[in-house]
């Protein structure tokens, strides 16, 4: 039996780690860092954690995500291609940053690119 996504990943803590680096590169970013403008600290830690929730149980984890689909929760902030583009860049700076092969990497931004409809307006 083949080992899922999330086991390849190195389960719960590793995607935490993801989650933790990639968060403040696109909070700090000239561009999307206007989607955490006036948020608290309580608002973008459950934010955090509905993210690796929905990436853990997207990848086969023993996570339940209970969060907004994808296109309720991005409705309205009119993220654009530019935005997305600038959000890609940003995941393979993290993805490099833990030195990820590549079969998971291709796994992982497949998925990811799955989504972009859902959240490019």
Request: aromatic share 10%; glycine share 8%.
């Amino acid at each position: 039996m083949s080992k899922s996504l999330y086991e390849r990943l190195g389960g719960y803590d590793a995607i935490r780690a993801v989650v933790n680096n990639l968060l403040p590169r696109l909070q700090a970013d000239a561009v999307l860092g206007r989607f955490w403008q006036n948020r608290g600290v309580d608002g973008i830690e459950r934010e955090k954690q509905l993210l690796v929730d929905f990436l853990c149980a997207q990848a086969g984890g023993p996570m339940y995500y209970t969060g907004r689909d994808m296109v309720l929760s991005h409705r309205g902030m009119k993220i654009s291609e530019r935005d997305w583009t600038a959000f890609i860049s940003h995941l393979n700076a993290t993805l490099d940053a833990f030195n990820l092969p590549q079969a998971e990497r291709a796994d992982v931004l497949a998925f990811i690119e799955s989504t972009r409809a859902e959240i490019v307006e």
